[in-house]
């Protein structure tokens, strides 16, 4: 059984870092292109980066939306089977529940949340002084 598990959110002041993980199960993270999304309130669910499966002649490439570029790093851990997002100088516009997702088979853009089997729960970060 497929289980994406978020946790690492939080209340930070603006300037300041979170790491989101993204703790898998019932797949091998590596043979997965996998996701972070936010959604803000009243606003649809955007992607905001992405790693590549290691294989397939994707090679573990990473991908930002143009907001975060610099700020924020997204990582895979194969032991743990995690996936992580460190956020840096966090902004109050970056406050949104945050997703991980999960596909075996990127067919499309990256940032298109069809484009993803199985969803986390999502986990709360808040940039607010």
């Known amino acids: 059984q497929v289980q994406l598990v978020e946790s690492g959110g939080g209340l930070v002041q603006p300037g300041g870092s979170l790491r989101l993980s993204c703790a898998a199960s019932?797949?091998?993270?590596?043979?997965?292109?996998i996701a972070w999304f936010r959604q803000a309130p009243g606003q649809e669910r955007d992607g905001v980066s992405c790693?590549?499966?290691?294989?397939?002649?994707?090679?573990?490439?990473?991908h930002y939306t143009d907001s975060v570029k610099g700020r924020f790093t997204i990582s895979r851990d194969n032991a743990k089977n995690t996936v992580y997002l460190q956020m840096n100088s966090l902004k109050p516009e970056d406050t949104a529940v945050y997703y991980c997702?999960?596909?075996?088979?990127?067919?499309?853009?990256?940032?298109?949340?069809?484009?993803?089997?199985?969803w986390g729960q999502g986990t709360q970060v808040t940039v607010s002084s």
């Open positions: 019932g797949f091998t993270v590596d043979e997965y292109t």
């Open positions: 997702a999960a596909t075996p088979a990127l067919r499309g853009l990256w940032g298109e949340d069809y484009e993803y089997d199985y």
């Open positions: 790693i590549r499966s290691s294989d397939g002649g994707t090679h573990g490439t990473t």
